[in-house]
């Protein structure tokens, strides 16, 4: 008896993950989740180097500025609750000092570009269509930082506009970058500050906005993260406690599925390598000085060797 409709998900081989791979994540705070798995399993990844970013119109405008090496000056931050802050990146890059933030945010523009010219698969992860405008400059931002709502317009992105957002993203990447795999998916997590209705008329225009670009044969690809979480996962035990994000088992479940779509299967034979040895690392003997705790550090020791051979860029 099966108990669970399943999502049908078609294997990818033709741009298979592995140990050589080069993975650029940006988006929701899913892409956060994933990302901490590709850490976890010591793949070479970057991870919203400008923080979460909610939405399409936010991701375009930060490949817009790696691609077009933007120097972010005084004119880019604002001052708000004692912090200095900038519209185009997370809270999370947020400073008491705005040489700090403008330092950092040009840092990370140029480490960026060589991440997006050099990534092999690019996973996008969009959370929401609703956006905020700030009133005075007439633009989106990608966070509003607390500043009093009054100051902002709230926007709904009609799915043509997800879609010519997404659209030019793929096109920017493509001007610097022609073979990375570009995967979007949807991210599960509910915004419900939003409202309930609200939130589902979001997601359902990044979805729709999403299926009028892709193209497996331009490697554009969509994995269906939300969908496994609203069907395949379809009950409240899956949740933390705020019942709006996915829980541990959740997240472990969906990252499954993704192994299982995208990795190749030398990838997941290393993957078990470096999950024993993690363990081993996080490991809390009763007896330190023991001759047998002695011993398995040894092997340890000699598992990490193994490793690190295999791949240098590997470090424990």
């Not at 008329?201 to 999403?210: Q, R, T």
Request: hydrophobic residues 35%; contains cysteine; aromatic residues 12%.
């Amino acid at each position: 008896m099966n108990l669970q409709t399943k999502i049908p998900i078609q294997k990818e081989t033709r741009n298979e993950i592995d140990y050589s791979a080069n993975v650029l994540l940006l988006g929701s705070c899913f892409s956060e989740n994933i990302g901490n798995k590709f850490s976890y399993y010591k793949f070479q990844v970057t991870k919203n180097p400008f923080g979460i970013l909610f939405h399409p119109k936010a991701i375009e405008t930060f490949i817009t500025n790696v691609i077009n090496k933007k120097e972010y000056s005084i004119e880019d931050v604002v001052y708000q609750n004692e912090r200095w802050h900038c519209f185009d990146s997370h809270s999370s890059l947020s400073t008491l000092d705005k040489n700090e933030l403008l330092k950092n945010l040009n840092s990370i523009i140029l480490s960026s570009e060589k991440n997006l010219t050099t990534a092999s698969h690019i996973v996008i992860t969009l959370g929401t269509s609703w956006v905020y405008r700030f009133i005075e400059t007439d633009t989106i931002v990608a966070n509003c930082h607390k500043i009093p709502q009054k100051k902002f317009l709230k926007e709904l992105l009609t799915v043509s506009e997800v879609s010519e957002n997404l659209d030019a993203i793929i096109t920017l990447i493509r001007t610097v970058n022609k073979k990375a795999a570009i995967i979007f998916t949807v991210s599960p997590v509910r915004h419900l500050k939003d409202g309930f209705t609200e939130n589902q008329l979001s997601k359902s225009h990044l979805i729709a906005g999403i299926h009028q670009i892709i193209n497996p044969r331009n490697s554009t690809h969509y994995f269906p993260s939300f969908e496994i979480m609203m069907d395949e996962l379809r009950d409240y035990r899956f949740y933390k406690e705020d019942m709006i994000h996915p829980n541990k088992t959740a997240i472990d479940y969906i990252w499954e599925k993704f192994l299982d779509t995208w990795f190749s299967e030398a990838s997941k034979i290393t993957m078990q390598e470096i999950e024993a040895i993690q363990k081993g690392i996080s490991h809390k003997p009763f007896n330190e000085n023991s001759d047998q705790h002695q011993q398995f550090l040894k092997n340890l020791e000699t598992k990490k060797e193994k490793i690190t051979q295999s791949f240098p860029f590997i470090e424990f």
